[in-house]
């Protein structure tokens, strides 16, 4: 039977990335924390990737992207062990598919048979000794031996239109239950606030690591596009971080030569923040899929209600800042 809401992309026009992206989305996978140690440091990151490869020799596989911190370390390394999440991990999924911070902290691990850090309390586990490395694109397939594994069954973590899901029991719900018209909740203005932030921003949010970017990363490198040197209580303000944790921020980032801080010829004392062309290229491709996914989330309003909406919470913002 055909399929009305199907369309076909491709074939005498290039795929769209985004577009190609979203297709891929749509096939469930499983998460994984993939670790290895390379020059005497671990490293790890968060793969969905994850793929059996053969059963005699028993071989497996994953995919690091090169634009990753980690990649040349999992590629340079000589074994990686590969940890299954379980439900109950979308934490451990979040922290070691955010880069720029320390994945290991206070996280109890020991080397494995191959070398590569364990880390304790999770399974099923894959040791993997590497058995071949093959250019894939703008990713580098490895292929890894697995010599030892340790088993366990659990509901797995799973990965699916760029949100991190679990398999839920028969019969659960996970939308809130509906809510009387006249309730609070549907009257109070910083709950709805609250709710429509998180229905807006959560799948997005969750798709920042494809970039490499931190949430707080997202929001300085955004503002920046918009406005050439801000100051730090400027920046702070417009990217909702308080200056003490924005200055690590931007410690961090400029680090990774995302930005560079430049004192004002006028006054030496006053610094500024300005965008690198590493950052401009970092930000744009993310500035683009934000865009793309508030065209969907907001694909079921008519385009007045769209403005209505931008309007309404434009105009509360702005008369609620103070002036000066």
């Not at 719900?173 to 932030?197: D, G, I, T, V």
Request: charged share 25%.
């Amino acid at each position: 039977m055909a399929d009305n809401n199907a369309r076909t992309i491709g074939s005498k026009t290039a795929l769209d990335p985004r577009s190609f992206r979203q297709a891929l989305g749509q096939f469930p996978t499983g998460v994984a924390v993939v670790t290895a140690t390379h020059g005497g440091h671990v490293v790890g990151m968060t793969a969905n990737s994850f793929s059996s490869v053969s059963l005699d020799p028993p071989l497996v596989s994953w995919s690091v992207a090169k634009s990753s911190p980690s990649h040349d370390a999992f590629v340079a390394a000589d074994a990686f062990a590969v940890h299954f999440l379980g439900a109950d991990h979308r934490d451990l999924a979040l922290r070691f598919g955010t880069s720029g911070v320390d994945k290991f902290a206070d996280m109890a691990h020991a080397p494995g048979e191959t070398g590569a850090p364990l880390l304790e309390g999770l399974a099923p586990i894959f040791e993997c000794k590497v058995w071949a490395r093959y250019p894939g694109g703008d990713h580098t397939i490895l292929v890894g031996e697995v010599v030892r594994m340790v088993e366990r069954q659990h509901d797995p973590l799973l990965f699916h239109s760029g949100e991190l899901r679990r398999i839920d029991a028969p019969g659960s719900q996970r939308r809130a239950p509906p809510l009387a018209s006249n309730s609070f909740a549907r009257n109070y203005l910083a709950y709805l606030f609250a709710r429509a932030s998180f229905i807006v921003s959560n799948e997005f949010h969750a798709r920042l690591g494809d970039w490499d970017l931190t949430v707080p990363e997202w929001r300085v490198l955004a503002c920046l596009m918009d406005v050439e040197g801000l100051s730090v209580g400027e920046l702070a303000a417009m990217a909702l971080m308080k200056q003490p944790r924005l200055t690590k921020v931007l410690d961090r980032m400029e680090r990774d030569g995302l930005l560079q801080r430049r004192a004002t010829s006028g006054d030496r004392r006053r610094v500024t923040i300005h965008l690198t062309a590493k950052g401009r290229a970092r930000v744009e491709p993310v500035q683009r899929a934000a865009k793309a996914h508030e065209a969907e989330v907001l694909k079921q309003f008519t385009d007045e209600e769209r403005a209505t909406i931008k309007y309404a919470l434009d105009l509360l913002i702005d008369r609620q800042t103070p002036e000066g």
